[in-house]
């Protein structure tokens, strides 16, 4: 039994297969992220999973793509985290960015871009995965992302920069003081997730000014820092994935095309077309991923 789970801060799409490479069961947990998940919550945590316990000692390769992977020492917080879990298996952990780059890839080159809670980006050839300028989080970057659509919305509502009518739905909706927002970002672990879940009022109020503007700007912010900085960039596709993206698909093309940028695909899920990379693409290869190899 194979696992192969990609993981962002606030949610983790992850499936079984068996060794023939079928798919048994695909389901959701809560997101892993090193910076801020311990080896011990990220155990008791995926214990709590009901597929994770109905296939643990089965599990023979557990392959984890994740947000915050970005280093040995970052990853080695996640696998130890999942050693107690499968203790049959062989774990891999690498960074997110990895299974965009994989997932997205039809066989040209071609810059796969994050855009969720976090953003991020790389260009990948098909063989080799570069990036151009570091993702410095939800504090100095993230630039377009929900935690950014979400930091935007509450800097706008404490400062009355937002209209009358919306801050009034968006009190009714969040019932958010100054003091509890403070305490959530500065004081609470999180705080990008909790920025991060204020994003769908911004995809409600899409058609309001003030939050287009706020969404546009961050996607503007994006491309000129994340997507602009590759020399290729303005000669292969840009591709995306992640629920802003997908949720805001309609800014972000207007945007590309107002820079002069080839949009390629846009995927809410990542996980179906990283499947398909290990499984078909590169079944012959000795890539990261391999079942006859691997098994």
């Known amino acids: ?161 937002m209209p009358q009518d919306l801050a009034d739905d968006f009190f009714n909706t969040y019932k958010l003081t100054k003091d509890i927002v403070i305490d959530k970002v500065y004081a609470q672990d999180h705080a990008n997730v909790f920025l991060g879940s204020l994003a769908p009022f911004a995809h409600k109020n899409i058609k309001n000014p003030f939050v287009y503007e706020i969404v546009a700007e961050g996607f503007r912010k994006f491309l000129e820092t994340h997507v602009l900085c590759f020399p290729q960039a303005k000669n292969v596709e840009v591709n995306f994935v992640g629920s802003i993206a997908y949720h805001f698909q309609d800014v972000l093309v207007d945007l590309l095309k107002s820079m002069d940028l080839k949009l390629g695909r846009i995927i809410r899920r990542p996980l179906d077309g990283l499947i398909n990379y290990h499984l078909t693409q590169h079944a012959q290869s000795n890539k990261i991923f391999n079942l006859k190899q691997a098994l």
């Open 1 to 161: 039994m194979i696992l192969i789970a990609e993981s962002g801060s606030t949610k983790c799409d992850a499936v079984f297969l068996d060794d023939s490479g079928k798919e048994i069961s695909r389901f959701r947990m809560m997101g892993f992220n090193p910076y801020f998940h311990t080896s011990p919550f990220i155990s008791e945590n995926a214990l709590l999973v009901d597929e994770i316990m109905k296939y643990k000692d089965q599990t023979t390769h557990v392959f984890f793509y994740g947000a915050g992977c970005s280093s040995q020492r970052l990853n080695l917080v996640i696998s130890e985290g999942l050693s107690p879990v499968f203790p049959n298996a062989k774990i891999m952990v690498d960074h997110d960015l990895k299974a965009c780059a994989y997932s997205t890839y039809d066989g040209e080159p071609s810059i796969s871009c994050i855009l969720g809670t976090g953003s991020n980006s790389v260009y990948f050839d098909g063989h080799d995965i570069a990036e151009e300028v570091p993702a410095l989080a939800f504090i100095l970057g993230d630039e377009g992302s929900a935690s950014y659509i979400g930091k935007k919305l509450i800097s706008g509502f404490l400062y009355k920069k």
